[in-house]
């Protein structure tokens, strides 16, 4: 998609997009990321109305609009940062740096909850429906790129009987904190953690990044163009609300 600013002040900032039809829309959002107007004369102006195609396409189109505006003016907090590739990059370049010993100590509880997240659980294992799991692992990151504070596993999941349930916790976001979220993995008895959880938990960054730029539409760099979990929910994924 091609975009323009097309006007901002301490308020808000307009940023106009083009979308993959060449359709025009013009986005209004304030300087924390919500948008207030989004004109377009090509699809229909309440939701109810569009299709489920055209409601991808104008979801996705505030998102790309988001991250013009984010990247013209970054010291503004548009996006969330685990919805900024460049926060995202800071992470994975402090994830490079850590020593193996120390990640493999401190992440073992990430790899044992992927592989079992109802040995985690708050409720009993047996109630717990893993294939709704979402297990965390966050840490921080000092100004300089370098990991900091590593919290313990955290997790999310519904229960047999319909109720939500939850284990640990992941801290309220920031500008240090970097998230790691997938589900339940099915990890084969031959995969050597020493090996190989290390790559596959810098994959998952580099996933998230590749998935930011499906959310927004956008065919991801080279780069970004890997196997593995991404982000849990997208626009246009068939899962995330669109």
């Known amino acids: 998609m091609d975009t323009n600013i097309i006007g ?23 300087w924390d990321g919500q948008v207030w ?4 004369g090509d699809y229909p102006h309440k939701r109810e109305d569009r299709t489920e195609e055209e409601q991808r396409i104008m979801s996705q189109v505030e998102e790309r609009a988001k991250y013009a505006a984010q990247q013209e003016f970054p010291e503004e907090d548009i996006l969330e940062p685990m919805w900024d590739p460049e926060h995202i990059k ?5 994830l490079k740096a850590y020593q193996l010993d120390d990640f493999h100590r401190e992440f073992r509880d990430y790899y044992k909850a992927l592989q079992n997240p109802a040995k985690y659980a708050s409720d009993p294992r047996e109630s717990v429906v893993v294939e709704s799991a979402r297990i965390y ?38 500008d240090s904190l970097i998230v790691c979220a997938m ?15 290390h790559k596959l938990v810098l994959t998952h960054l580099v996933a998230q ?18 196997q ?15």
Do not use: W
């Open 8 to 30: 901002h002040d301490e308020e808000d900032c307009g940023v106009e997009v083009f979308d993959e039809r060449g359709n025009r829309h013009a986005v209004t959002m304030s």
């Open 90 to 94: 800071r992470g994975i370049e402090a």
């Open 209 to 226: 990044i590749r998935d930011i730029y499906l959310h927004m539409g956008e065919e991801p760099p080279d780069e970004y163009k890997v």
């Open 37 to 40: 107007e989004h004109g377009t």
């Open 137 to 174: 692992k966050a840490f921080t990151i000092t100004p300089d790129n370098r990991i900091d504070e590593i919290d313990d596993v955290a997790l999310s999941y519904e229960c047999q009987d319909g109720s939500d349930g939850s284990a640990g916790r992941v801290r309220e976001m920031d």
């Open 183 to 197: 589900p339940a993995l099915d990890i084969g008895a031959d995969f050597d953690y020493e090996d190989e959880f």
């Open 228 to 242: 593995g979990v991404g982000k849990l929910n997208i626009h246009g994924d068939g899962i995330g609300e669109t």
